[in-house]
C-alpha cells in the first residue's frame, strides 16, 4: 500500500475523536513460545491499517487540538549485534515512507513524551484499543496501558477506539478489494492443484499438502486460517483441523480455506468428490447447496438487511430439503445448516464490524456460505463466495472458481 492509503485512514479516524484528545496504538509484539523462542510476530490489524508499520514493538501518538493534529511514531533503535541475529530493523527514513508521519522518535522517548504531552497540554480524553473478546481473556498491552494512564491521571478520560477504527475498515477501498482479489487468485490456484492430484487413498493432509504447495510457490507465507480439508463425515463439523483420515473413494472433500496476500485474506469453501464423480446422493445435495448460493447472493444490495441474506439460505434449503425428503418441516433445517451464512472479510478473515442492525452498503466484502451437514450419511457439503457489494448490487470475486456438478467433473477427468 502506498502511504497516502494510511494517511487518509488516519483522517478519517481523527474526524471520529473528540476535541483536546490523544490517541494511542500500540504495535503489538509476538507472545512467547516455550524456553528461547516466540511465536511468528503479526502486527495489530487496527494498527496496521492506521500505520502500515507491521514490525514489533511500535507505538503510534496522535495529539488532537481543534483542527491540528500533530503525529508521532516510535520505533527501535539500531541494535548491531541483534541485526546479526534477526535482520534490521525499520529506520527512519523507512518509517516515514511506509506511513507518511513525519515525527519519528525512538522508543526510549516515549514516556517523556507522554508525560509532556498530558502535563502541559490540555488533554482530556485519551483513545486507545480495548479490544477484548471475552471476560477472562489475557490483558493486551493497550488495557494494561488504560489502568496506569487512569491511575496516574485520573482526571483523563479513557475512550475505546476499537469500534471506530472497525467502523472504518468494514468499508474497503480499491486498493483492500486488489489486495482481496489477489489472495482470492492464488486460492484459486491452490484449489485446483488439490484437485488436480486428489484420489482416494490420499490422507488429507497430502491434499493439504498440494494447497500449501501453490501458495508457497507464490510466496504467500501465511495462510487466511488454518486450513480445513474433511472427508466423508468430517465435512459435518465446521471447524474440523486434524486434517489425517483417509479421503476413502466414493466420498466428497470439504476445503475450507484460504491464502493472505499482504496482510488481505481469502475465504473459499469447496467440496469435491476425491474419486473425481459424484453419486445422484451427493449431486443432489451439492445442487440444494449451490441453489442456495446463488438465490442468496442474488439478494446482495445496497439497503437489504444483513439477516435478510441468512433467512434466505435457510428459507432455500429448507424448501428443497423438504422436497426430497430429508426434513418434513422448515424449521427441521436447523439439523443439517447450523451456522451463519455470511460474515466480513478483509485484514482479518472475520473481519470486524458490527453486524448489530446492519444494512448492506457499497464497499462492503462480505462471504456468502451456505451448507449442508448430513452426519448419518457422512455427508458435508459448504460452498463459499467472496462477494463486494456495490452501487448497483454486488459483484462476485470469486466468479472465476468453477461450481457446478458438470464443471468440476470435466476438470477432475482431464
Not at 511500535?58 to 541485526?83: N, Q, T, Y
Not at 491452490?190 to 492430484?197: D, E, F, L, P, T
Not at 466414493?250 to 484460504?258: C, H, K, R, S
Not at 428459507?315 to 466480513?344: M, N, P, R, T, W
Request: overall charge negative; charged content about 25%.
Amino acid at each position: 500500500m502506498h502511504k497516502d492509503f494510511f494517511i487518509t485512514n488516519r483522517n478519517h479516524l481523527y474526524e471520529e475523536l473528540k476535541d483536546e484528545s490523544l490517541l494511542i496504538l500500540f504495535g503489538g509484539k509476538a507472545p512467547q513460545k516455550s524456553a528461547d523462542e516466540a511465536y511468528k510476530f503479526v502486527p495489530n490489524r487496527n494498527f496496521y491499517y492506521i500505520t502500515g508499520i507491521d514490525e514489533p514493538n511500535i507505538i503510534f501518538i496522535a495529539r488532537k487540538k481543534g483542527s491540528k493534529v500533530e503525529e508521532f511514531l516510535f520505533i527501535e533503535k539500531s541494535d548491531p549485534v541483534l541485526e546479526k541475529w534477526v535482520g534490521k530493523s525499520i529506520t527512519i527514513s523507512e518509517a516515514i515512507e511506509t506511513s507518511g508521519i513525519e515525527n519519528i522518535l525512538y522508543l526510549d522517548q516515549f514516556e517523556s513524551t507522554l508525560s509532556q504531552t498530558l502535563i502541559s497540554e490540555s488533554v482530556f480524553h485519551v483513545y486507545l484499543d480495548l479490544e477484548r473478546r471475552e471476560l477472562d481473556s489475557a490483558s493486551t498491552k493497550a488495557q494494561q496501558f488504560a489502568s496506569k494512564i487512569q491511575t496516574n491521571y485520573p482526571y483523563v478520560h479513557i475512550n475505546n477506539v476499537y469500534p471506530v477504527i472497525s467502523e472504518l475498515r468494514v468499508y474497503k477501498r480499491p486498493e483492500e478489494i486488489e489486495k482481496i482479489k489477489k489472495a482470492i487468485e492464488i486460492t484459486q490456484n491452490g484449489i485446483r492443484n488439490v484437485m488436480k492430484h486428489a484420489k482416494p487413498g490420499m490422507k488429507e493432509y497430502q491434499l493439504e499438502a498440494h494447497f500449501d504447495f501453490i501458495l508457497n510457490s507464490e510466496g504467500v507465507k501465511e495462510h487466511a486460517f488454518p486450513t480445513i480439508v474433511a472427508s466423508g463425515g468430517n465435512g459435518t463439523v465446521l471447524h474440523y483441523e486434524k486434517n489425517n483420515a483417509v479421503a476413502k473413494d466414493g466420498t466428497l472433500v470439504l476445503l475450507d480455506l484460504g491464502a493472505q496476500f499482504e496482510y488481505y485474506n481469502a475465504d473459499i469453501s469447496y467440496t469435491f468428490p476425491v474419486n473425481g464423480k459424484f453419486t445422484d446422493k451427493q449431486k443432489m445435495y451439492y445442487s440444494i447447496v449451490l441453489k442456495a448460493l446463488k438465490e442468496t447472493t442474488a439478494i446482495i444490495k445496497p439497503g437489504v438487511p444483513f439477516a435478510k441474506l441468512n433467512e434466505m439460505t435457510k428459507k432455500v434449503l429448507a424448501d428443497e430439503c423438504i422436497k426430497v425428503g430429508l426434513i418434513k418441516e422448515e424449521h427441521e433445517i436447523s439439523e443439517y445448516y447450523y451456522h451463519g451464512v455470511s460474515h466480513f472479510l478483509g485484514l482479518d478473515t472475520h473481519d470486524v464490524g458490527s453486524y448489530k442492525d446492519l444494512v448492506l452498503q457499497p464497499g462492503m466484502v462480505l462471504t456468502v456460505e451456505p451448507g449442508l451437514y448430513i452426519a448419518d450419511e457422512a455427508i458435508g457439503i459448504r460452498i463459499e463466495d467472496d462477494v463486494l457489494v456495490t452501487d448497483a448490487g454486488y459483484e462476485v470475486l470469486t466468479k472465476d472458481i468453477i461450481r457446478s456438478v458438470e464443471d468440476i467433473e470435466a476438470f477432475m477427468q482431464k
